[in-house]
T-cell receptor, first 114, second 109 residues
Framework: DVKVTQSSRYLVKRTGEKVFLECVQD?????MFWYRQDPGLGLRLIYF???????EKGDIPEGYSVSREKKERFSLILESASTNQTSMYLC?????????????FGDGTRLSIL | KNEVEQSPQNLTAQEGEFITINCSYS?????LHWLQQHPGGGIVSLFM???GKKKHGRLIATINIQEKHSSLHITASHPRDSAVYIC???????????FGEGTQLTVNP
């Protein structure tokens, strides 16, 4: 069965810290995505990756970076965490190509920045 | 105006009722997804469709490409159906999804 695993369900960090959110998928998918979800705003795309070492900015990349050194792992990095980055973060993956391949989501990481 | 709009934002129903959630979009798409998110955060893909109608158990999804509209129906609703239902479209080019804000459904016993 398809599995997308996010390293933490809940995380509390302090303003200014460098924060790493990890996502691993076991389906050999080419595409991986990082979203944040906020009340009233829905899911918004932060970054995505089509392949190893490739990355593309989504709609709200400011304050974030990503790393994809291996196909199965996609990391989201908050370079200097701020309180407005308190949110639910969701990782997803999908196979490349085809029309409308479904994205498979992880369980999410609820991040609080104090 | 959002590219994907859902209605209603919130819906409360009694167990057994027939439920409809609507999704309208303004862009050209290759597919539309209906997703379910339970409290706690995990998102599950319910349907992916590009035309016509799909059925899975008590859930039915329809899409009208010409009208740029999709509906998700739940027959004989049950409290365990309580969740946020999210519509997302895959635009004609690329792998990105554009999401609606979601519909919070509460089914009371």
């Amino acid at each position: 069965d398809v599995k997308v695993t996010q390293s933490s369900r809940y995380l509390v960090k302090r303003t200014g810290e460098k924060v790493f959110l990890e996502c691993v998928q076991d389906m050999d998918h080419e595409n991986m995505f990082w979203y944040r979800q906020d009340p009233g705003l829905g899911l918004r795309l932060i970054y995505f990756s089509y392949d190893v070492k490739m990355k593309e900015k989504g709609d709200i990349p400011e304050g974030y970076s990503v790393s994809r050194e291996k196909k199965e792992r996609f990391s989201l990095i908050l370079e200097s965490a701020s309180t407005n980055q308190t949110s639910m973060y969701l990782c997803a993956s999908s196979p490349q190509g085809g029309q409308g391949q479904p994205q498979h989501f992880g369980d999410g990481t609820r991040l609080s920045i104090l | 105006k959002n590219e994907v709009e859902q209605s209603p934002q919130n819906l409360t129903a009694q167990e057994g009722e027939f439920i409809t959630i609507n999704c309208s979009y303004s862009v050209g798409i290759s597919a539309l997804h209906w997703l379910q998110q339970h409290p706690g955060g995990g998102i599950v893909s319910l349907f992916m469709l590009s035309s016509g109608k799909k059925k899975h158990g008590r859930l039915i999804a329809t899409i009208n490409i010409q009208e740029k509209h999709s509906s998700l129906h739940i027959t004989a609703s049950h409290p365990r159906d309580s969740a946020v239902y999210i519509c997302a479209v895959k635009e004609t080019s690329g792998s990105r999804l554009t999401f609606g804000e979601g519909t919070q459904l509460t089914v009371n016993p």
